[in-house]
Each structure stands twice: as C-alpha cells, then as structure tokens.
C-alpha cells in the first residue's frame, strides 16, 4: 500500500484554523458538554454555543474539516450516542430555546453510537467528524455549534473527569434528562468549551478500542502525519507470532460498529468495511508496520483504518480486531 491517492479527490476552500476564544489548551475544566465519567446525572447532556463572524476573521466562505477541543485527561471516552449540528444565524445572542438558535445551513456533521475517542490532555483533539461543513456568511455572520451526548463515560476507568477547557464565552445547556432532550435550556454567559475550527490541517487520531487477543490487546497505533506529501506508518501490536493478519481501508467508517460478539467474538468490533484490504503476516513479537505516502491533492478528505487479526486461541470466531485511525488530509 504505498499511496492513498486513490481515496483523496478534492480540497477545501480556506488554509487555517481558529480557535475560540483562545488557543491555549489548558486552564478552567468544566464537563459540559462532554459528560462526567462517575456522575450519571451528567451522562447525558444537550449543548450550544456560538461562534461569531470576528472569531473567524469575517471570512465569506470556510470549508470546516474538523473541530477540536482541549480534554484536562488523557484517556478514551466513550459516548453512547453523539451527534454534533452545525448552523448558522445573523442572531448576536443565543435564545434558551435550542431549535431557535439553528437558523440556517443546519447539517450534521457528526452522527455516532458507541462512539471512543481516544484524548490526550492539554491537548488539542480532534473529534473526528464524518463530513465537512461548508460556511457561507450570506446565510448568516456566526456559527452555532450544538453537541448532544447520551451515555458518556470514560471507557477505560471510573476515575472522575474534570472536563475539557473553557473560555469566557456564552453556552446553552440542559442534562440529567432522560430519553429526548428538552426543548430549552439554561443560558449562561461563561464557561463554554473551548474549541478549534479546522479549515486546514492534517490530522492523525485514533478512535475506538482493540480487542483481547492471546497475545494481549491488539492495537493499532500510527507514526507520521497526514500532511500532504509526508509519510506515516500504520503499526499493528499485540498479534501472535507470525500471525495473519489484514489491514482493511475505507473512506467512511461504519455506523454503528458492528459487535462481532453476535459471530463469536465477544469484545471485538468492526469499524469499517473491508474496501481495501491489505494482508501479510506479524513478526514473531506480533507486529507489522506498513508505510503510506500522502498524496500531494485532497486537502480536507478522510480514510479510515483497521487491523484484523488471525487467532485461533482467541475465540470461536478465530480473529480479533484492533481500534482504528483516521487520516485528515490537509497542509
């Protein structure tokens, strides 16, 4: 697999990203939206906030890539469902009615059910969204951005979250509900998370979670970047010796995930469909390495990638799968 040209076909309209309302990635903590990891009260929460026209130069037009936000720790967090809306409005305040701050340009960006997204702290972390989102400020000035999480939780221990970074900025909020979330919330003037609008930038992050193996977890991990024209390693661990194994690539990844428990394979998952599928075997410490080039073209395009593994030991299905990797292609 030496080239993913095939997958990269267009470019995104503006170079740059901006940050609201700052770019440090550390300071004040608060768990909204995202969730509280020990507190259930908080697992499920509505969230709007506002981006104005000054936040990002007065730009006429933006192709948004991705966005990205600052966790306070490192670790992977599980959602039960997510589902992150775009919009736009001429509005310079936000109303407590959520729907009503969604005046125009309103798309989905990200859509999710068990969804892992593997953070690192005082960082920022791109969440990974599935599509672009195509600013035009003739259909109004500021951007709305609203996330809506159901069943969050950190995936790998029960250790209170302290949140994500906040700035100085107004936020909408509703949380301890169940079933569908009110139709208005409480309307604050401080405290909204802070977060990255990508308009550019290369992005490399891992999502998801590997399964046991007999030789430990199988992990997918990634050296390099997904900067055009640059290189990266996708590396596999954790596999037995000499073992078959496939690295499959798509350029979506698949909704919900597939639990392979259903074909016995408790604890395992699939990702992604197998639209290219790469096979070789592991080293006798159960690794592989397999080096990818960027193409030059295709700024703004995503391919995602996974890593199956032959293991008799391991369960009635005989394979077990790793978490899985996200190229954001871009300068």
């Not at 506002?50 to 936000?69: E, G, K, P, R, S």
């Not at 000035?141 to 970074?165: D, K, M």
Request: proline share 5%.
């Amino acid at each position: 697999m030496k080239t993913l040209a095939v997958l990269l076909l267009a470019s995104a309209v503006s170079a740059q990203s901006y940050f609201i309302p700052d770019n440090s990635p550390s300071g004040t903590s608060n768990v909204i939206p995202f969730g509280h990891s020990t507190t259930t009260s908080w697992e499920n929460q509505k969230y709007q906030t506002m981006a104005a026209a000054a936040d990002i130069n007065n730009a006429a037009v933006l192709q948004i890539t991705d966005l990205a936000f600052p966790p306070s720790l490192s670790g992977l967090r599980h959602f039960d469902s997510i589902e992150i809306v775009m919009a736009q409005t001429s509005a310079s305040t936000m109303s407590t009615t959520f729907a009503a701050n969604l005046s125009a340009n309103v798309q989905t960006v990200l859509s999710a059910k068990n969804y892992e997204w593997n953070q690192t702290a005082n960082t920022w972390n791109r969440i990974g969204l599935d599509r672009p989102y195509l600013y035009i400020a003739a259909q109004g000035a500021n951007i709305v951005l609203q996330i809506t999480v159901s069943g969050a939780r950190l995936a790998t221990t029960s250790t209170a979250w302290p949140g994500h970074g906040t700035g100085s900025r107004p936020r909408l909020f509703a949380y301890n509900y169940t079933g569908a979330p009110p139709a208005a919330g409480t309307l604050g003037s401080s405290s909204a998370v802070k977060w990255e609008i990508v308009t550019d930038g290369n992005d490399l992050s891992l999502f998801g979670k590997g399964c046991q193996g007999s030789n430990g977890a199988v992990a997918l991990s990634t050296t390099g970047s997904a900067k055009l024209g640059g290189s990266a390693t996708i590396d596999l661990s954790g596999a037995p010796a000499n073992a078959l194994n496939a690295l499959i690539v798509n350029i979506s990844r698949l909704e919900p995930p597939l639990d392979l428990a259903i074909i016995g394979a408790p604890g395992c998952s699939m990702y992604l469909l197998d639209a290219i599928a790469v096979y070789g075997v592991a080293t006798s410490t159960g690794s592989r390495s397999i080096p990818v080039t960027m193409p030059t073209a295709g700024q703004g395009l995503r391919a995602y990638v996974q890593y199956f593994v032959r293991d008799a030991a391991a369960n009635n299905l005989g394979w077990t799968s790793s978490n899985y990797a996200r190229f954001l292609l871009g300068n």
